[in-house]
Each structure stands twice: as structure tokens, then as C-alpha cells.
């Protein structure tokens, strides 16, 4: 995942993206009573400068021609960084999540991202799953579950390609309003 993230090996999407439809497939079928939207945490500013690409939202591109999907449509533009987050994030250490443990990386990211109007029309009452490469601490998806919920999306869950271990004990799921 690293190789395919930080240093540009994206041929490696042809083995990470069926992965990645594995376990979308797996979390639609288990929590989704209809298609939902699928939503990528957004890139931060330093991410996008530092990368060629979008690494979630490329292998979430790469299902679109697949049976994977199975009707969840990936949804752009409903999410955002908060302009302090974003702030934060272009100074050196300051946005990476890396070597921080979950209280860390929760505080780190409260108010961080936000709906964009068009979030706020068509998120109401629609069934959301979130996708990300990587689960450590839970802390992302908490964050995207907390500003989801409260405009008014029903998040269903999350598909992770991987999950990392999780420094100084406890789940990575614990306490983020998923299972």
C-alpha cells in the first residue's frame, strides 16, 4: 500500500483495487439495505502536492467498471477540509497522522473536515459507506462519521484495504459509532 501511495508505483492498483472491491462488496452486502454512496476521506492540500494522485479515489475509480460496486455510487465533492485543517496540514509534521496514538489523532482531527453544499442537498437520508486505504486508530472514519451523521447521512460503515496495528492497546473501531 505504501509503494502505491508514497512512491508512485501505481501499476500496483491492479492488485490493490480488487482488494479494495472485496471488501466494499463485503461491507454493502452486510450493512447497505439499498446502493449507497460511497465516500473517500478528502486529500489534504500537502498530500495532493505531495502525490502524482489520489490513491483512494483512484482504486474507488478503478471498481467503477466493476461488478464490485454493485450499484453504490462513489460520490465527489460532498466533502471537505476546513481551511484551518488544511492550514495545519502544510506545516511540517502537521498533518501526518503517522507514530500518533488515537487520542492524539482524534483531537488532530475534530472539526477538520466539513459537508460542502452539495453535501448538505443530497446527503440527507442517504445511506453513505466510507472508504479508506488504511484503518489504524479509527480516528479518520470517526471524524467523517461524526460530520456525516450530523447532515443528516445514514453511514452504514466502512471498507478498509488494511488494518495496522494499533499502538498502546485498544481497537481501532472503539468509540467511532461503527462496529
Known amino acids: 500500500m505504501l509503494g502505491f501511495k508514497d512512491h508512485e508505483r501505481i501499476p500496483l492498483d491492479r492488485v490493490l483495487a480488487p482488494a479494495l472491491g472485496r471488501a466494499v462488496a463485503s461491507a454493502r452486502n452486510e450493512l447497505c439495505g439499498e446502493p449507497p454512496l460511497i465516500l473517500a476521506p478528502p486529500t489534504s492540500l500537502k498530500a495532493r502536492m ?3 494522485h489520489d490513491p483512494v479515489r483512484h482504486l474507488v475509480g478503478r471498481l467503477e467498471s466493476s461488478s464490485a460496486l454493485d450499484g453504490a ?3 465527489e465533492g460532498m466533502l471537505a477540509q476546513r481551511s484551518q485543517a488544511a ?3 502544510t506545516l511540517p509534521g502537521g498533518g501526518r497522522q503517522k507514530g500518533r496514538g488515537l487520542d492524539d489523532r ?3 482531527l475534530i472539526g477538520a473536515f466539513r459537508v460542502t ?3 448538505r442537498q443530497e446527503l440527507p437520508g442517504r445511506q453513505v459507506l466510507l472508504v479508506d486505504d488504511v484503518l489504524t486508530t479509527g480516528a479518520t472514519i470517526h471524524a467523517l462519521y461524526e460530520v456525516l451523521t450530523e447532515a443528516g447521512a445514514d453511514v452504514r460503515g466502512a471498507a478498509v484495504m488494511a488494518a495496522a496495528e494499533v499502538r498502546r492497546g485498544g481497537d481501532a473501531s472503539e468509540g467511532s459509532g461503527l462496529e
Do not use: N
Open 50 to 52: 505531495r502525490r502524482s
Open 117 to 119: 453544499d452539495r453535501g
Open 106 to 108: 482524534r483531537r488532530r
Open 73 to 75: 455510487q462513489p460520490a
Open 87 to 89: 492550514a495545519l496540514g
